[in-house]
């Protein structure tokens, strides 16, 4: 990777490696190498400490606040709202994470009432990280789409007003 770092843009090396790199700044073409590097911890965390919860817990949430620092320190991306997606995204995951853990104590101790409390919590989470990549993705098809969707309204109306002018007849 580091070797061939100035080829990335080569016509015969992009396409077999460097669309990964497109997000990324010139100086940080190492970062999906990171991301993947972190992935790959995480699983072997969860698989090899796989009964060990509290051990699991605080590994992953260890490995993420590494990756976090890291986030910060180099801001990787060009774009600045990605670099913010990110490390808001790891942060609720974090979150997440710790508040599985209490709720799986609490299912262990029958308390089911502190047990939906941490579920309700977990969804909400879940909200909080889906809705920026929904809301991005809807905003994009929109202003894709939006003369297509008016031209259908159009003729759809235009048809309308037809069908009212026979039947009046």
């Known amino acids: 990777m580091n070797y061939n770092r100035n080829e990335l843009e080569n016509y015969i090396f992009r396409p077999h490696v460097s669309y990964l790199h497109n997000e990324y700044k010139k100086k940080t073409y190492y970062w999906e190498q990171i991301k993947l590097s972190k992935r790959a911890i995480m699983i072997l965390i969860l698989t090899y400490f796989e009964t060990k919860i509290h051990l699991k817990v605080s590994l992953i949430g260890l490995s993420l606040i590494i990756y976090q620092l890291l986030a910060i320190n180099k801001k990787p991306f060009i774009i ?16 997440s994470i710790s508040l ?17 409390a941490f579920q309700t919590c977990l969804i909400v989470l879940l909200l909080m990280i889906t809705f920026p990549f929904i809301e991005s993705i809807v905003k994009i098809y929109y202003k894709k789409y939006m003369l297509v969707i008016m031209k259908i309204f159009k ?3 235009q048809i309308h007003e037809i069908y009212k002018f026979i039947i009046s007849t």
């Open 80 to 95: 600045t709202k990605f670099n913010k997606l990110d490390l808001s995204s790891g942060q609720i995951c974090s979150i």
């Open 155 to 157: 003729f759809n109306f």
């Open 100 to 116: 599985s853990a209490i709720k799986y104590e609490s299912e262990q101790l029958n308390n089911l009432g502190i047990s939906l």
